[in-house]
């Protein structure tokens, strides 16, 4: 599985829209700046970014709100990481092969970097080219799949409490969906909004969009056991040193390859009333199942 | 000086508000919104709330939208509340008369309620009952307040990196502006664009707000020496033990008691042009420079 061609041009929409939507390192304080760029450009993939800004080209060719958006999207997955990382959490020192952000910056402005992130979130969103009722939706629809109640947080509330017990299928499911689906689908749905889309519209691609992170975390599950930290660029084997809740752990390898199949071609289904108009969501959503990192 | 008569009514209105809009102990996962709930209704004097209900008052008599957005700013300050406890910053037991947030529910999920009530500031902002080209802004504003240019964030990390240093008048003075003035001011101002207020009363309430908030902090740095833990309910005497940048310490507290006089008057010129409908903005100016907690 290769990367889809039109990847690397989103890729680098998106890096500049990033880099011109975060302060600069020499604006004061210098300190949290440095550390909020830090983590932002430590490589990440942008699948945030990049399914928001094809959700809206389903429905708009101007994409400047989606872009816009999809740079809150990225700013909140960061600010996740960041804190996920923090010596009371995961409490691990290598994030994207680099030195985690208190392992560079120190706790306390790793914890301020994440604040900070989390806030410039919703200002670029408060001030993305949408319309302002379209505005409002999607602000509304981001900080629900960041939140706590079947959000972002609450997942990460759940994974911390799963942490070192048995756990039923139900609590797996439900920390897999809220702590990584959730912000994809989230995703999906702001850039559906901010393109446009009608209402049914916007609910199918939910449904994609849930289905499609829920297998996301589900794989993340699988590479963390396959694959070398060197291949992840994050400490490999961590799940089960942690006795983490995972599909893994939980259902073995290949039977978690086949949910993860299983819930690709469930997502893809909700594609098909789109046509061809759905083709590049379509080839994220494999590559995202295919991914070896 | 006493709390001013129509205190105690919009308090009751803002903590019915805040009862609302805050999920309950039973919803999963209950930990996080217990930790939330916690140190929101750990006896705030709801100051923020109160001003931003206050100056939408002074445009218009439908409050709802005002007093959503007060319930959105009494989570940004009680985040930062939460946070600014933490052991890697202020390392704090004592908050408010009860132990702090990591105190109770350990320093994880201190960490991840503090992320909750961010998260779940703007998506209630984003939901306010308002216009939303006014909504927008609100977001908008109440974002750059809580950020780090300047804001809320950007006062935190800048007392972070003066702590035990020698600080000029002017760093002292931009720490007070970001770390407090930042979210008061904020606070006035989504209130009067919440209630309608054409842009020029906007700019004259900004400044209002920037003022007394500034004044505000002054006094806070005079009560953490002059009173004792069991009157302000938090660790008196920190800010000496922790070498904090105060006006307290750097100009003594006569000196600093007349600089929060002189922001009082100054404050107070910039509503006169309101008349009789600044009335209680101004009492309420009043009495957040006189209080003893």
Redesign the interface.
């Known amino acids: 599985m290769t990367t889809p061609d039109f990847f690397q041009a989103d890729h680098s929409a998106i890096e500049a829209a990033l880099e011109r939507a975060l302060?600069s390192e020499t604006?004061?304080?210098e300190?949290?700046?440095r550390a909020?760029r830090y983590s932002v450009f430590a490589g990440g993939k942008r699948v945030r970014p990049i399914l928001c800004l094809e959700a809206a080209r389903m429905f708009n060719d101007n994409l400047e709100g989606a872009i816009r958006a999809g740079c809150a999207l990225e700013f909140i997955h960061t600010?996740s990481l960041i804190?996920d990382d923090?010596p009371?959490?995961d409490n691990d020192d290598l994030r994207r092969g680099k030195a985690t952000n208190h392992k560079v910056f120190?706790?306390?402005?790793a914890?301020?970097a994440?604040?900070?992130l989390?806030?410039?979130a919703?200002?670029t969103?408060?001030?993305a080219p949408i319309e302002?009722?379209q505005?409002?939706?999607v602000?509304?629809e981001v900080?629900?799949a960041?939140?706590?109640?079947r959000?972002m947080?609450?997942g990460?509330?759940?994974d911390?409490?799963a942490g070192g017990k048995a756990v039923d299928a139900a609590t797996l499911e439900?920390i897999h969906r809220s702590k990584t689906a959730a912000l994809i689908r989230g995703s999906i749905v702001a850039g559906a909004i901010a393109g446009g889309a009608a209402d049914a519209d916007v609910e199918r691609l939910r449904r994609f969009g849930d289905l499609i992170g829920w297998a996301f975390q589900v794989v993340d599950d699988i590479l963390d056991v396959e694959e070398s930290s060197a291949a992840l660029g994050k400490t490999a084997g961590k799940d089960q040193e942690q006795q983490k809740a995972t599909y893994a752990a939980y259902y073995g390898l290949q039977k978690s390859r086949s949910i993860a199949a299983d819930l690709e071609t469930r997502a893809l289904k909700e594609l098909e009333p789109f046509g061809g108009r759905a083709n590049r969501l379509k080839q994220l959503a494999q590559f995202l199942v295919a991914r070896r990192s």
Chains 1, 2 share one sequence.
């Open positions: 302060p604006t004061p304080p300190t949290i700046h909020m600010y804190h923090l009371a959490l120190g706790e306390a402005m914890i301020l994440g604040d900070g989390l806030t410039l919703f200002e969103l408060a001030n302002p009722a505005r409002v939706r602000i509304s900080g629900a960041a939140g706590t109640i959000g947080v609450g990460q509330v759940a911390v409490e439900y």
